[in-house]
């Protein structure tokens, strides 16, 4: 280890240690405020471990990264131990069991021995010589997914998509005079409604259109694929600033943590 | 048994599975299925945990490189698995919710696990600042187009954006940049996107028909062949 490297990290501990005490005597009305102390404070340096990143990579960073891994693995393992395992399938299989977890029992049924032998075939993948034995539990799953997607897909995906795109193009229609004597830009004037309703309908036809590559895109039908091409741009565009605004809003989160929940310079 | 098997499977739970939906005795199927799927789901989980011990205990045993960050891991793994397997420091015992905020494995989420997963995600956004700073260019009408909807999403949003169009009267309301931002939501932007759901429906039931009825077989890796 080079020695601006344990400087860096003995000046890190110490700030912890000072945070820690810090943060501590903050909390004195509690009733563990060293301990709230330790954990505002490990919350603080994590994140800015987190933001280290932004520099450069560095022994802070790949500690964060390495511990987010093991944690999170373990937090996915215990979840789905405590919410799948003993409240879905031990009340199925054992009253006793069920009582000792002291969780409501089911109607026993012994189908549900079914997923758990399967997914101890699962585990077999770990085995070098019987690993291929957990295609069966994978083929379960996949089969599963294609049965339930299937039909799923098929309602909201499809026909529902599909039916929602057929709305009035004429909306609280009154005849043209009434259309232009009230004409206005207001947002929920009949102009914007009649637009939007416009705006889906041929929208999604362009955009059809654009991903249908069976056909040349020439003339009346590549006049549409090119509108097609304009709405999907919108799409990516307001995907876009949508998917900013929400990493910004966590960002926001993040920092207004540590400026007020840590450090205590804003209200 | 190492191809035929699963073939089989797939077929019979797939098939099982669509005419459930056309038969009314056996209509809950789909639900029965999905507490089997939730539960080999939780084995799942259990392999990828093996996998990480095994992964990270040969890292360590063979000094690989960056060796000491794998004690982190699995120092935070054992920790978190044990806080919450064992309900450490549940004041309502075993009956008690698990993510519990008094209990070692709620704490553990709410100082170590939500910081680190809300900023890894917060850090995108300077990413994303800093890629759309160098890619976008407004070359062409379609960059164009991108780049002002992009804009006016991200100005709708502010209170900057608010206060730019607060003047406009009533009768022009859409034109004010956050109902602008909204029109664009819930009409050009839906379009699209119901353009493209429409597709990924296609896509998805012609994958599911060509898996149940083996004709895509990738997911058995080399024996599928």
Known sequence: ??????????????????????????????????????????AAFLTLAVFSFLYQDNPFYKFAEHLFVGVSAAYWMVLGFWQTLVRNLIPRLSSDLAAWFETPSKDISLWYIIPVIFGLLLLMRLSKSAGWISRWPLALIIGYTAGINFVGYMRSDFVNQIAATFVPLLVNWQGTGAFFSDFSLAIDGQFVMMLSNWVIFVGVMCGLIYFFFSKEHTGLFGSASRVGIWILMITFGASFGYTVMGRISLLVGRLTFLFRDWLELIG | MKRQVPLFITFFVGTLLIVSVFSPPIETLGEDFSVFFDIIAVFAFFLGGGNLLRVHLTKISRRKHDWAY????????????????????????????????????????????????????????????????????????????????????????????????AWMPSSLSAMEIPNLAIWIMNSPNLAGQRAILIGIGLGVVSMSLRIILGVERTYLGDDGK
């Open chain 1, 1 to 42: 280890m080079k020695r601006s490297s344990i400087v860096i990290l003995s000046a890190v501990v110490v700030l912890f240690l000072v945070s820690w005490i810090l943060k501590g005597a903050s909390f004195s009305g509690d009733d563990n405020p060293y301990l709230r102390g330790f954990l505002t404070t490990a």
């Open chain 2, 70 to 165: 794998s004690i982190v891991t699995l120092v935070g793994f054992v920790v978190m698995l044990w806080a919450g397997l064992f309900k450490v420091w549940n004041e309502g015992g075993i009956a008690a919710s698990v993510t519990a905020e008094e209990s070692l494995f709620g704490m553990i989420f709410n100082s170590v696990l939500i910081p680190l997963q809300s900023t890894m995600y917060s850090l995108l956004a300077f990413f994303i600042a800093s890629a759309s700073y160098r890619a976008f260019r407004a070359k062409n009408r379609e960059a164009t187009i991108l780049l002002v909807a992009a804009f006016i999403i991200l100005l709708g949003r502010t209170a900057f954006g608010t206060m730019l169009t």
